[in-house]
Each structure stands twice: as C-alpha cells, then as structure tokens.
C-alpha cells in the first residue's frame, strides 16, 4: 500500500450533516488496484453518528475496501435512516487510527474536495488530463464504414489511458449511430450525459455536453472507444 498525506479539505455529507470534514486526510493507493481512497483521522469523522456494523454479503467490487477489515460501521442519519457498512477500519499498519469511507453512489449524498464536488473516486494528484486542440487527421471507421472525419480533433491526453480523439458533432454521421439512454460520470472530465451505439458496438462513443474547466475544449465534442472501432491518425493507426 502507497499513503501520502493531503493538503486538500475534503468533506463528505449526507444532507445537510457533515459526516467527515477533514484537513489533513490520508491519500492511499491499495495493491493492484488503479484509483486512490482517503483515510480520515477518527477526529475528523462523526464517530458519534457511527455504530458498530458487519461485512456486506457482497461488498462492492469498486467502491468496496481492497484488502482486511479490522472494524464495519454503519451510519444513523438524522432522518431515521442507516446505511450499511458505510465506513471500516483498513487492517493495515499505513492506516492506524484512520476510518475509511465509501464513495459508492445512493451512501453519502456529497464529497467535496475544497468547494468542488466530486464523484466516483478521489482524484489522483500523480495523474494528468490535457485536452489539446490539433490539426491532425483523425478518421473512424467500423466494418469498413466511415462513422467520422476531421481535421480538427481534440486529443484528450489521460495519465495510464489510450489517447482519445473528441471530434466536431458535425464531422460525425450521427444517422449511423442510435442514441442511447446512459450517463457515466468522470472526476477529471464530468459527466458524460450522451452515448451512442453502431451495429454490433454498444456505447461506442459519448459526448460531455458540460465537462469540467479544465478539458472545456472537449464541450460538446464525441469520441470513441479505440477499442471498438478502427481509428487512423494522418493515415495511421495510433499506437
């Protein structure tokens, strides 16, 4: 296990209580595993709103803990409610007299690193997203059959990802391509609200209508997985 102390306040809520409020929260990175957690010292947590809790049936693959658990909470909110297994102490020396809790969407309702709200995992401060403006010749193609062509894509550049090329809604045939119904959310990009299918590729390309300030050059923008499409940059495919 990597730790390394965080500059960064970070609170999580459910309603208006503020269940962790914290400045000086532990960054950690489990074995194996591609995105960091926070650990809390217990004074910075409302140990007052916890009470002693069991192992899930079915701990959450993603948002669960990724190696021994010495103690399980759950949580009483103020509203009647408790959620289950909401909190647990990691089984680790790196981590003594910290308390870890879940980011698993439908617990706490916020978290928030400073004033920004942010979802689905910490960002990772070893990690680089850039969004850079090009005039490379980018051509996606499925079957044989040309789904997009430009010479103005934006190459959006992530930290352990493949490149992937956002193009101008009007240099893509959206008549061979189905809308469908699907919303994923990113901590470094924001929420993908449109996704797309080809014959034989589901969700094979999306848009972020509203991304975050920091990769706005991809507004609107579409992509697709390189993984289900044949992709060519100035004549080539990408490496």
Known sequence: MRVEPSDRWVRGLT??????S?????????????????????????????RPGSEPAS??????????????FDLETGDGR????????RDDPALADHIVCSWEPGLLD??????????????????RVDALPSSRHVTVALDGVVLAETSSPVLLFETGLPTRYYLPREDVDLGKL???SRR?????????????????????????????PAVAAIAG?????????DITVDGHAPA
């Open 22 to 50: 914290s400045f000086a929260p532990l960054l950690f990175w489990e074995d194996a595993f591609p995105v960091p957690s926070y650990a809390y010292p217990h004074e910075d947590v409302r140990t007052d709103l916890l």
């Open 221 to 229: 923008r579409v992509a697709f997985y390189n993984e289900l499409v």
């Open 110 to 127: 916020r978290w928030l690193e400073e004033d920004e709200e942010v979802s689905g995992h910490p960002r990772d401060p070893h990690a």
């Open 59 to 72: 701990p959450h693959p993603f948002f669960g803990p990724h190696g021994p658990v010495s103690e399980w």
């Open 15 to 20: 309603g208006d209580t503020v269940v962790v």
């Open 82 to 89: 408790t959620l289950r297994a909401i909190a647990w102490v």
């Open 178 to 180: 189905t809308a469908r």
């Open 184 to 212: 994923t959310h990113c901590p470094y990009k924001g929420d993908a609200e449109e996704y797309w299918d080809a014959p034989g590729a589901e969700g094979v390309a999306w848009s972020y209508p509203h991304p975050y």
